[in-house]
């Protein structure tokens, strides 16, 4: 591989970053916004951890 094809590689590789950089920058948060809308809420997350947590034949 000559030093002319390795600079074409590398600014390739460069010129990808730099795109996939920026569509996460403007893209990225409302992205992980619409993940969490699928998620359940947060108060609900914590009360199945209190619930696991009170024991195997506890009701609660």
Do not use: C
């Amino acid at each position: 591989m000559t030093l002319e094809q390795l600079l074409e590689v590398a600014s390739l590789f460069l010129a990808i970053g730099i795109g996939i950089g920026w569509l996460l920058t403007r893209y990225g948060h409302r992205a992980l916004r619409a993940f969490d809308r699928m998620l359940p809420p947060r108060y609900l997350k914590r009360t199945a951890i209190r619930r696991r947590s009170t024991g195997s034949g506890d009701t609660p």
